[in-house]
């Protein structure tokens, strides 16, 4: 079992930055890779961003290239989501999910671990 903890969310005007953690306990031996997704109210959860168990692979939704980057510590068992340039239409809950895998995924279904989320909120 893999235990994730969101944190950092907040409330930021437009333009602004935020920075989410999640750190990870449990049977953290093994290797995984790491998703961060949203959920806004109404809509369905959807993929931000993703990273390999080593680091070398990331991949995001295009709502989210060039403003957003996702990184990892593993000594740390934590991975990062730094937001900038936020918009209000990027205003959700932001969840982090865990998989046991080398490869990455933007599939809500190929991750098996959820944290409980943190919420963001972008006024205009």
């Known amino acids: 079992q893999v235990q994730l903890v969101e944190s950092g969310g907040g409330l930021v005007h437009t333009g602004g930055s935020l920075r989410l953690s999640c750190a990870a306990s449990?049977?953290?031996?093994?290797?995984?890779?790491m998703g961060w997704f949203r959920q806004a109210p109404g809509k369905e959860r959807e993929f931000v961003a993703t990273i390999s168990w080593s680091g070398g692979t990331t991949s995001y939704a295009d709502s989210v290239k060039g403003r957003f980057t996702i990184s990892r510590d593993n000594a740390k068992n934590t991975v990062y989501l730094q937001m900038n340039i936020l918009k209000p239409e990027d205003t959700a809950v932001y969840y982090c999910?865990?998989?046991?895998?080398?490869?990455?995924?933007?599939?809500?279904?190929?991750?098996?671990?959820w944290g409980q989320g943190t919420q963001v909120t972008v006024s205009s």
């Open positions: 999910a865990a998989e046991r895998t080398l490869g990455v995924s933007s599939r809500l279904v190929d991750y098996s671990y």
């Open positions: 449990g049977r953290t031996f093994s290797p995984y890779s």
